[in-house]
């Protein structure tokens, strides 16, 4: 069964500049997350879709960061425009629907993004 | 203030030793996991706990949910290089929380 799919692996940019992320869940997963991992810290989720509707988008900066589910499946997470403090590992995880707590969340490999 | 606080944050041992990684909140929760995350990947879930003094084995992985649900060790047995990763527990709050982990090397 193919996982969680995430591109690019690595992206340099400048402050100011744009910058996007896609994620191709695993087939038949309801639920997608995107999280962001700062280096020494867990990761810390940005936002949560139910099939391609919004759960949770609480902790999403939403002056500068934006994302969609499109059909319920692919997801993109933009940056406009990236700060410093920006440079993190974005993953993107996908789980059955249900309660968080006990569905088990796949994650991918995650975009390193390096902002200068 | 970490709503799940890991410790130690780093450490690293000789293969063949044992070792214990805790996990403590001042929160109760209704269930704990934990994860590993090797470089350049995301996190594995390798165990969910969800009763109050509950133990679980993983190999020699050996998870245990305190009595009161606030807290969570894991101990690992004969510790070996493949094992070196950053251990995370996690929480639902109000969504999945994670610790900041415990970054495990094992040295051959």
């Known amino acids: 069964e193919a996982g969680v799919a995430q591109s690019p692996r690595y992206k340099i940019i400048e402050k100011r500049q744009s910058v996007a992320f896609w994620c191709n869940p695993i087939?038949?997963?309801?639920?997608l997350y995107w999280y962001q991992q700062i280096l020494g810290q867990g990761p810390k989720l940005l936002i949560q879709?139910?099939?391609?509707?919004?759960?949770?988008d609480s902790q999403l900066p939403k002056d500068r960061f934006s994302a969609e589910r499109l059909k319920g499946v692919d997801s993109t997470l933009k940056i406009q425009p990236a700060k410093l403090e920006d440079s993190a590992v974005y993953l993107c995880?996908?789980?059955?629907?249900?309660?968080?707590?006990?569905?088990?969340?796949?994650f991918g490999p995650g975009t390193r993004l390096t902002v200068l | 203030t970490q709503l799940l606080e890991q410790s130690p944050q780093f450490l690293s041992i000789q293969e063949g030793e044992n070792l214990t990684v805790y996990c403590n909140s001042s929160?109760?929760?209704?269930?704990l996991q934990w994860y590993r995350q090797e470089p350049g990947e995301g996190p594995v879930l390798l165990v969910t706990v969800v009763t109050g003094g509950e133990v679980k084995k993983l190999k020699r992985l050996t998870f245990q949910f305190g009595d009161a649900r606030k807290d969570s060790s894991l101990h690992i047995t004969a510790a070996q290089p493949g094992d070196t990763g950053l251990y995370l527990c996690a929480a639902p709050a109000r969504q999945l929380t994670f610790g900041s982990g415990t970054q495990l090397t094992v040295l051959p």
């Open positions: 995880a996908s789980s059955l629907a249900g309660r968080t707590s006990y569905n088990e969340q796949f």
């Open positions: 879709f139910q099939n391609n509707g919004v759960v949770d």
């Open positions: 929160s109760v929760f209704s269930s």
């Open positions: 087939s038949g997963h309801a639920t």
